[in-house]
T-cell receptor, first 113, second 114 residues
Framework: GNSVTQMEGPVTLSEEAFLTINCTYT??????LFWYVQYPGEGLQLLLK?????DKGSNKGFEATYRKETTSFHLEKGSVQVSDSAVYFC????????????FGKGTLLTVNP | SAVISQKPSRDICQRGTSLTIQCQVD?????MFWYRQQPGQSLTLIAT?????????ESGFVIDKFPISRPNLTFSTLTVSNMSPEDSSIYLC???????????FGPGTRLLVL
């Protein structure tokens, strides 16, 4: 079956530091990959996605590249801000007409001023 | 993306009672899902809400405990029945719009069972 393994947190950084949150996956077929963000007290927001190998998703300064050879989709940001403090979830679906998402456990990021 | 609202946004309930959560979307969507997020945990899919027919439940979830309705393409309800403190969670609905494979999530309903 499908599974997503995320770097365990919590992660604490200073403002303007570089961020990497690792995500690897196991899936059959050709999955699509997603990063969602959950700010305190809110629901999930789609941050970025990639639907095929070598695609790069990007949004709000965050990037992630779909690496089929390493089954990875690591999230990066060059300079984090206090407002980036949130829980980040890596997720996949199996593609095609199967929209069910499999989530990683989530990584709590805290950015200090 | 679709705009999704959920009611109530939060509630505190007594054990043994039931709560119905509503999910409303501002446009017709292909699929609707219900998830549970237990405290400090990731999201677990409860079921797919099917329009005009019975929901499709994931392993470990049953209709008697989590009855779901979806009378049309923009609205669904999830009932948490005979609640116990273990049901304290955030319940989220999500949707997939036509021709997109991306799921968009509602703001969630925060439930505390005493």
């Amino acid at each position: 079956g499908n599974s997503v393994t995320q770097m365990e947190g919590p992660v604490t950084l200073s403002e303007e530091a570089f961020l990497t949150i690792n995500c690897t996956y196991t899936a059959t077929g050709y999955p699509s990959l997603f990063w969602y963000v959950q700010y305190p007290g809110e629901g999930l927001q789609l941050l970025l996605k990639a639907t095929k190998a070598d695609d790069k998703g990007s949004n709000k300064g965050f990037e992630a590249t779909y690496r089929k050879e390493t089954t990875s989709f690591h999230l990066e940001k060059g300079s984090v801000q206090v407002s980036d403090s949130a829980v980040y979830f890596c997720a996949l679906n199996s593609g095609g007409s199967n929209y069910k998402l499999t989530f990683g456990k989530g990584t709590l990021l805290t950015v200090n001023p | 993306s679709a705009v999704i609202s959920q009611k109530p946004s939060r509630d505190i309930c007594q054990r043994g009672t039931s709560l119905t959560i509503q999910c409303q979307v501002d446009s017709q969507v292909t699929m609707m899902f219900w998830y549970r997020q237990q405290p400090g945990q990731s999201l677990t899919l409860i079921a797919t809400a099917n329009q005009g027919s019975e929901a499709t439940y994931e392993s470990g979830f049953v209709i008697d405990k989590f009855p779901i309705s979806r009378p049309n393409l923009t609205f669904s309800t999830l009932t948490v029945s005979n609640m116990s403190p273990e049901d304290s969670s955030i319940y989220l609905c999500s949707v997939v719009t036509a021709y997109q494979e991306t799921q968009y999530f509602g703001p969630g309903t925060r439930l505390l069972v005493l």
